[in-house]
């Protein structure tokens, strides 16, 4: 089971990234705080929010002691913090001033990597706080970066989808092409597969990427023939972009999060998928499990953070037949459109919804006049939100059983666009989401991130009929 046990809402913008320590949770986002809480009740701690970045923060990480966060941003510097008073120990500038996409202590706490939108990988001493060594990466922005069990290595992943590999004197030991339009997130298991003859060792490594897919690897690192990274399988979960992925304490699970709105729990050495979790209504942009417990973290562009209790010893056969896409929803049974109401915050309504026999047919059948006068749903706020429900269930299912258009989806959301809007930059939106992305004050274009000369938004009526047309064709 995966239950969620507690929803965080502080931030005032999308929540970038969260990692735990042993006693705390850490979230930052692109409202230029860090945020952290306390596991034992999830309240927030009386140093926080940690203030200090001037532009959003990327990427936080807890140093192995947990006494030590590091938080890296937009302003170009990476900032090592107190975890135990907040004070803020050293800013550490990159060389390049170039803005700093990820931060990594290694295992040991001896170094800390800084990656930026410029390629550019800091490893800095974290006694001194002073650079201690630097390179390149060979094209694109520096994303995303794991240090193996051991902290002899670490691998960074870049935005033109390389994956490189250095030692801890940031020598380059092996370079891979992993995913087409660009690495998103990387993980190595702090569980080593097995320790094999003549000094071979053996790590479980995950990627995720623009390309919608996870990549599970294997890094093999033997000291007198160098290093290898054999691709083993690829997980296609997701049905958009999957920005974010991590392995559990004990390497047996393995999270992502995507575009798509959802998480994914898969069970790591077959591959197989545990839960799916849809409670976040925008990108998930984070997800990490706790060490030495159940814990979960997800965080997305809707600005909270969901902690989830997790159960491998109760492996789901997924709690809703919708996760699992197994059955079509016409074949639901009462008990499957109970689950789907349960998924979908709308239990109370399961007594009312078995009493009158709805299964999947039904279901699918429900109009704004048989729940008001046969299910007597007095509510027109409870009918609207359950008529929502259904006409995203019905969504998912064209979605699933067709290929979309792309020009049909809205580039901000990837969902089927229902009142296209044409912006400055010529690219056509979902309005509200447009309309969302400008309110939290970005004056850049979401598809090519220069400014917008102008705000104007005008109606795509050309676009919304072609939409119009295809989905009549799809339901005839």
Sequence with gaps: ???????????????????FSSSCLATCSLDKTIRVYSLNNFTELPYSPLKGHTYAVHCCCFSPSG????????????????????????????????????????????????????????????????????????DGSLVACAFSPNGNFFV?????????IWDDKMRCL??????????????????????????????RMASCGQDSQIKLWHILFADFLGVELKYKCTLNGHSAPVLACAFS???????????????????????STLHTLSQHTRYVTTCAFAPHSPLLATGSMDKTVNIWQVDLKQPCAANTVENE??????????????????????ADFVGLFKTNNIDGKELLNLTKESLANELKIESLGLRSKVLQKIEELRMKMISASVTIPDEFLCPITRELM?????????????????????????????MTNLPLPSLTLTPNRTLKMAISRWLETQQK
Aim: aromatic share 8%; charged share 20%; with cysteine.
């Design 1 to 19: 089971m995966a239950t969620l046990i507690h929803t965080l809402a502080d931030h005032s913008d999308d929540v970038n990234y969260c990692a």
């Design 67 to 138: 006494h030590t966060l590091a938080s890296c941003s937009t302003d170009g510097t990476t900032v090592v913090w107190d975890t135990r008073d907040g004070r803020r120990l050293a800013v550490l500038g990159q060389p390049s001033g170039s803005p700093v996409r990820v931060c990594r202590f290694s295992p040991e706490s001896t170094y800390l990597v800084s990656g930026a939108a410029d390629g550019s990988v800091v490893l800095w001493n974290t006694q001194s706080l002073k650079l201690y060594r630097s390179g390149n990466v060979k």
């Design 156 to 164: 960074t992943g870049s935005s033109c989808g390389d994956l490189t």
């Design 174 to 203: 092996y370079n891979e092409k992993a995913h087409d339009l660009g690495v998103t997130c990387c993980d190595i298991s702090s569980q080593p597969i097995s320790d094999g003859e003549h000094g071979f060792r053996h790590f």
């Design 249 to 271: 304490y004990d390497g047996q699970m393995l999270v992502s999060g995507s575009v798509d709105k959802c998480v994914i729990i898969y069970e790591t050495t077959t591959g």
């Design 325 to 346: 896409s197994k059955v079509s929803v016409e074949d639901w049974s009462e008990d499957d459109v109970s689950a789907w109401l349960c998924a979908q915050d709308l």
């Design 418 to 446: 229902k009142d296209p809007v044409i912006a400055a930059d010529g690219y056509s939106y979902e309005k509200e989401a447009v309309e969302n992305w400008i309110s939290n004050k970005r004056r850049s274009s979401p």
